[in-house]
């Protein structure tokens, strides 16, 4: 089955990144796909050594074999000093061609204030570095901390981001993220189709 990952790049509690990345992700299992949510606060992680094989770096092996199994990917960090946190760097210097091969990729970011546009414009061109295929559809939440509320009720049965400890009430942002993760969903589905070319010509 197709499967879809969430990458939370914050290390800090009750992150509005991945209280976001819980409802792209339950609208990405509407597209009909399994999901799953790597984060990274949870994770034993060092910082990416190269002098260091990935079997003995903590949790790496098994997060990069969750990262190959996903057929597309959905990057969250918070926004630090106009760019991504190191924790979502550190990940992603893990990761090579092989975790993204005929990936497809959804950028979400959250930001204290308004600076959203270089940090998911730096997730772009990283992504790149590794031929991901990232999606132009992509989140930024400005001001994050007034877009969420705390969960007061138990979540309905199904209702979209149950597994995140807020709410979120920004009703076009709440819109754009799930549409991110549903998209995500959708295109990594059709993904082997559109990505492999077969018999190439030489030129
Ligand atoms: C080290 C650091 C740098 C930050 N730099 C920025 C910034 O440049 N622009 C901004 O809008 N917010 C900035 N913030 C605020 C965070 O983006 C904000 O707290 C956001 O909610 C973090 O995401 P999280 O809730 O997932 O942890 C910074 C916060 C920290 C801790």
Known sequence: MTRVVAVSGSLRDGSYTKAALH?????????????DLIDLAAADLPLYDPDVDTE??????????????????????????????????????YCSYDEYDQTVVGLLV????????????????TVR?????????????????????????????GELGSGSQYVFTDEDLRNRTCKLGYRVGIYAKRAPEFIEIENEPEW
Not at 136 to 157: I, W
Request: net charge negative; no cysteine.
């Open 110 to 125: 959250a930001a204290g204030g308004g600076t959203i546009a270089g940090t998911l414009n730096d997730m772009r061109t």
């Open 56 to 93: 003995d770096a903590g949790d790496a092996a098994e997060l990069m074999a969750r990262m190959r199994a996903a057929d597309g990917v959905i990057l969250g960090s918070p926004v630090y000093h106009s760019s991504y946190s190191a924790a979502f760097r550190s990940f992603h210097d």
């Open 23 to 35: 409802y792209a992700l339950d609208a990405a299992e509407t597209a009909g796909v399994e999901t």
């Open 129 to 157: 570095g590794v031929h991901g295929w990232t999606l132009p559809n992509q989140v930024g939440l400005r001001g994050a901390r007034n877009k969420f509320e705390e969960r007061e009720r138990e979540p309905e049965p």
